[in-house]
């Protein structure tokens, strides 16, 4: 493997501290596959952890397309709420499309988890603070829940 694909395979580590840090956190994680047990809420320490499999969307731009285990974090949670997920078994993957941030009284707002289906998480926050970061672990890409990856190529 050269140089240029050993690149695109090194691991991810992104800090969103604003909504535009944010958006580049949600376009790295779209499509990630999450099962519901892997999402846990930390009041003490006011953090919520999702840990899950990202597609790795730079590295299929030249090599094969793989998805990478990644965790994500958010600190400074005061509350977590959900729509969509009470009737879910702990072991059912989800695909997480989208990561957003409202405004409620700034720097405090919601970040808001959209996944396929309609489900949401909502995070009340005290401002923005979230971290992604890869685990190393990688496998082909397959298919995830709402999302037919059938083709890896045309993604």
């Known amino acids: 493997m050269d140089a240029d694909k050993r690149a695109?395979?090194?691991?991810?580590?992104?800090?969103?501290?604003?909504?535009?840090?944010l958006e580049?956190?949600?376009?790295?994680v779209q499509n990630t596959c999450v099962k519901r047990s892997d999402m846990a809420f930390l009041p003490r320490q006011r953090?919520?952890?999702?840990?899950?499999?990202?597609?790795?969307?730079?590295?299929?731009?030249?090599?094969?397309?793989?998805?990478?285990?990644?965790?994500?974090r958010f600190d400074r949670v005061l509350h977590v709420s959900h729509l969509g997920l009470g009737h879910r078994a702990d072991d059912e993957t989800l695909n997480l499309l989208a990561v957003t941030f409202e405004k409620t009284d700034p720097p405090a707002g919601m970040i808001i988890l959209a996944f396929a289906?309609?489900?949401?998480?909502?995070?009340?926050?005290?401002?923005?603070e979230a971290e992604l970061c890869d685990m190393g672990f990688r496998q082909p890409a397959t298919a995830c829940a709402g999302h037919a990856l059938t083709d890896p190529s045309s993604v």
Not at 48 to 72: H, I, N, Q
């Open 47 to 72: 953090r919520f952890l999702l840990a899950g499999m990202r597609y790795d969307w730079v590295g299929a731009k030249t090599g094969p397309a793989e998805r990478v285990s990644s965790v994500l």
């Open 24 to 28: 580049v956190i949600s376009a790295h």
């Open 8 to 21: 695109f395979r090194q691991t991810l580590k992104l800090l969103a501290l604003d909504r535009e840090g």
């Open 117 to 128: 289906d309609g489900a949401l998480v909502r995070l009340e926050v005290e401002c923005v």
